[in-house]
């Protein structure tokens, strides 16, 4: 033993299970939750049925509508959703409508467009036209898009939480013959969609830094910059309102978490210490390998302890950022290269535990569509429904946000399952790391921009911030 703690502390650490680990573990069981009947969580499994369920809800809704996504794009499909929320309106007056998107990415163009004012054009357009029964708010999470956005996640209508990583437009709701896989779910009751739409309210709305998209005028970000820096403060410490519900037969716990920033962020802690927690297997829904290196560290962990790892993640040609080689290349279209790059480092030093099936990766490809999932199954009993890519830039980054979801009598486990297989049917097991392309195989204009960008250390600084 004496010998033993002589180890460097870092070494140590991995084979002792004291101090933060235990104090971690001791938090996520006393976390508290919402008593949620199993038979009101509904898993739907793919766009198309996610957005039929979205719009049946907006067409029946009596009291209140509230809508928070990274963007609702002036297309076909972000059209259509706000006309059914105006029609809503008119249909029953007294229905509060609000909408909560990201204060920058709704008054750009898309990239590699021409400059324009962005979603908020079509915003003012159609309140002119329908009437200001709809409000449409912009939240500046940080003072530039570059260093963070909302990426919050959750649409409450009357009792029911739709939650899914998906924002507003033709290509997350299928529109036009394309997808975005993503995750779908609905959570019915009444105080967990309570808790849902009085964090937005009170965190969001309330605040002089969060501004109407739909009137003018519409201050400029540099004037909102000292409101932004105090919103930037109040959001490190905002969380949701959770009773501590005690479960009945047929119920399982619900707990929103939110988290935003480097230190101190409880959702980061509360993921690390769920996976740390794991006693035989680790599901991990990723759309860009890049994990944060305490995630590495902790699936490094598990699987010397013996448990059973899977990760899915997008083929890189599945990627929102992929440039066909046949199409004009964009300097964007690097990142999917460096994900892929990331993912063969990973198999590299992984590959005995892939070559027993300890770890699985799973890599998704569906023809011309793309991967946007994300969040955790651990065990049987535990899964994570989150926007949070896992990546550095949602880990110090971006405003996150997860629903924890415990099952301990297995009520949900048919369900996840289910899940699952729908999820792995266009998936592929990487049973080596040698399959995936190098730098070598990849177009010219990637390998010239790749040996540019690794030169100068750049390769690390997009890995993080984009």
Partial sequence: MKRLTRLPGRVARRLL???????????????????????????????????????????????????????????????????????????????????????????????????????????????????????????????????????????????????????INNVYLARHGRYRLDRYHVLCQAGLADAMAGFVQREFAAQPAVCRLDQQPVPTTAALVPAIRAFRQRLAQADYAVPRDALAAGEVAVTPMAGFGRSDNALNQTLLALLRDARERVVLLTPYFNLPRPVRAVLGLLLRRGCTVEIMVGDKTANDFFVPPDEPFRTIGVLPYLYEANLRRFARTHQRQLDSGQLRLHLWRHGNNSFHLKGLFIDDDVSVLTGNNLNPRAWSLDLENALLLRDPDGLLREQHAAEWIALKRHATRLRDYRTLETTRDYPAPVRKLLRRLKGVRLDRLANRLL
Avoid: C
């Avoid at 235990?22 to 949620?36: E, K, N």
């Avoid at 038979?39 to 049946?56: C, H, I, N, W, Y």
């Avoid at 609702?72 to 007294?94: I, N, S, W």
């Fill in 17 to 167: 299970p004291f101090g933060r680990a235990d104090r971690m573990r001791s938090r996520v069981g006393d976390l508290a939750a919402f008593a949620v009947p199993a038979k009101g969580v509904v898993t739907l499994t793919d766009p198309a049925s996610f957005r039929e369920r979205l719009l049946a809800a907006i067409a029946t809704a009596q009291r209140r509508i509230v809508i928070v996504a990274l963007y609702l794009e002036d297309d076909d499909a972000g059209r259509e959703l706000l006309a059914a929320l105006h029609d809503a309106h008119d249909r029953q007056p007294g229905l509060d409508i609000s909408v909560f998107v990201d204060w920058h990415r709704a008054q750009r163009g898309l990239i590699g467009k021409a400059r324009s004012e962005g979603n908020a054009g079509m915003y003012r357009s159609v309140a002119a036209e329908r009437g200001p029964g709809v409000k449409i708010y912009g939240v500046p999470v940080q003072g530039r898009e570059l260093f963070g956005v909302l990426h919050l996640k959750g649409m409450v209508i009357d009792d029911a939480v739709l939650y899914s990583g998906a924002s």
